[in-house]
């Protein structure tokens, strides 16, 4: 089946500690996005990639470092200049991405600081 | 930022259509608005999008005004699984594209 996965669901992490997040997609999307959710807020964008080995800073980039060396791939790494990085991370794709067509979200993952 | 704007929260007994608002008195003309919904701790789902039309699917209905400045997304029968966090967005121009941003959404609790 067609779809995004992103992995590990859950992972913990020890500061000073860099961590990186999967994000696979085989819907063919040239569109691929990663957002972080707070509890009780809203999804903020870190980046965002149109197109293979492209990739711009969203509203909350500081801390966070992306590649996009492959379609089906972008994998955020969580570095350890992020001052808070306790959070859901949520990778989506789309099929149209300079006009529209809906995004398509993966299951995310938890990341938590100890 | 979001260019939407939408009750933090709202409440519908089980049975009840839920009429939920959002305002995007800045849409553009050829802006479509998007409704997504999540439950918690899982990844948004995409449930109708519309440009000026009405439109309806198998999960909901979209009523869009005629200024297109706000719409109303309806649940014709809420059940208790629709208890989600409803978001309402519209694409932010950014370096040349259309990005989707995100609000908080409205919380919605459907009741027995």
């Known amino acids: 089946d067609g779809g995004i996965t992103q992995s590990p669901k859950y992972l913990f992490r020890k500061e000073g500690q860099n961590v990186t997040l999967s994000c696979e997609q085989n819907?063919?999307?040239?569109?691929m996005y990663w957002y972080r959710q707070d509890p009780g807020q809203g999804l903020r964008l870190i980046y965002y990639?149109?197109?293979?080995?492209?990739?711009q800073k969203g509203d909350i980039a500081e801390g966070y470092s992306v590649s996009r060396e492959k379609k089906e791939s972008f994998p955020l790494t969580v570095t350890s200049a992020q001052k808070n990085p306790t959070a859901f991370y949520l990778c989506?794709?789309?099929?149209?991405?300079?006009?529209?067509?809906?995004?398509?979200f993966g299951e995310g993952s938890r990341l938590t600081v100890l | 930022d979001a260019k939407t704007t939408q009750p933090p929260s709202m409440d519908c007994a089980e049975g009840r259509a839920a009429n939920l608002p959002c305002n995007h008195s800045?849409?553009?003309?050829?802006?479509?608005v998007y409704w997504y919904r999540q439950i918690h701790s899982q990844g948004p789902q995409y449930i109708i999008h519309?440009?000026?039309n009405n439109e309806t699917n198998e999960m909901a209905s979209l009523i869009i005004t005629e200024d297109r400045k706000s719409s109303t997304l309806i649940l014709p029968h809420a059940t208790l699984r629709d208890t989600a966090v409803y978001y309402c967005?519209?694409?932010?121009?950014?370096?040349?594209?259309?990005?989707?941003?995100f609000g908080r959404g409205t919380s919605l609790i459907v009741h027995p």
């Open positions: 800045t849409i553009s003309g050829n802006e479509y």
């Open positions: 967005i519209v694409r932010v121009a950014r370096g040349g594209s259309y990005i989707p941003t």
């Open positions: 990639s149109q197109i293979v080995n492209d990739f």
């Open positions: 519309g440009l000026k």
């Open positions: 989506a794709s789309s099929p149209n991405p300079g006009t529209g067509g809906e995004l398509f």
């Open positions: 819907l063919n999307h040239d569109a």
